[in-house]
T-cell receptor, first 113, second 113 residues
């Protein structure tokens, strides 16, 4: 099993450009999450999904949109990138009704110039 | 709002030493608490998960404890090895928001020869 796969792993954007990060999991997990990790601030939840077709806001949702059209995929979109969105983005998934063991992707490093 | 704190932010120990990493949280209504390991440039790997009804979990040289009344969890690493060098993060999920985790900022551990 591949587990949780994120694409792309690296991306450089100019301010105002848009892009989509893709997260795919092959474990049939219900819950999926997008976090951002910044130095000294830990991981902060951007958006999450508790099942196909559902999404919910996390702690820092502004400037991001998400979609969960298929159970195995969770997309994170930036419509108009800003330098403040320079970060490392992690996708995670877990089975069950609440977070059991969380499985993470390798991360996507985004730089916005 | 749950706040998770990890002290110290960094720790250096000689190989073979037993050590304890600390995690404290403000809201004792824990659903579960997880410990993760993160290697530089990589995603997080789940080490141990403690349910709210449990006091501790063990995996090999790792032992994690949970004391909800005092708002603390500890990760004990026995006979540390250079390969244990990494950042260790704890995260809690709380009843009522069981689908979301709040992360600490981590303790960066270096085990020296």
């Amino acid at each position: 099993n591949a587990g949780v796969t994120q694409t792309p792993k690296f991306r450089v954007l100019k301010t105002g450009q848009s892009m989509t990060l893709l997260c795919a999991q092959d474990m049939n997990h219900e819950y999926m999450y997008w976090y951002r990790q910044d130095p000294g601030m830990g991981l902060r939840l951007i958006h999450y999904s508790v099942g196909e077709g559902t999404t919910a806001k996390g702690e820092v949702p502004d400037g991001y949109n998400v979609s969960r059209l298929k159970k195995q995929n969770f997309l994170l979109g930036l419509e108009s990138a800003a330098p403040s969105q320079t970060s490392v983005y992690f996708c995670a998934s877990t089975a069950g009704q609440g977070p059991g063991e969380l499985f993470f992707g390798e991360g996507s490093r985004l730089t916005v110039l | 709002k749950q706040e998770v704190t990890q002290i110290p932010a960094a720790l250096s120990v000689p190989e073979g030493e037993n050590l304890v990493l600390n995690c404290s949280f403000t809201d004792s209504a824990i659903y579960n608490l997880q410990w993760f390991r993160q290697d530089p440039g990589k995603g997080l790997t789940s080490l141990l998960l403690i349910q709210s009804s449990q006091r501790e979990q063990t995996s090999g040289r790792l032992n994690a404890s949970l004391d909800k009344s005092s708002g603390r969890s500890t990760l004990y690493i026995a006979a540390s090895q250079p390969g244990d060098s990494a950042t260790y993060l704890c995260a809690s999920s709380n009843t009522g928001t069981a689908s979301k985790l709040t992360f600490g900022t981590g303790t960066r551990l270096q085990v020296t020869l």
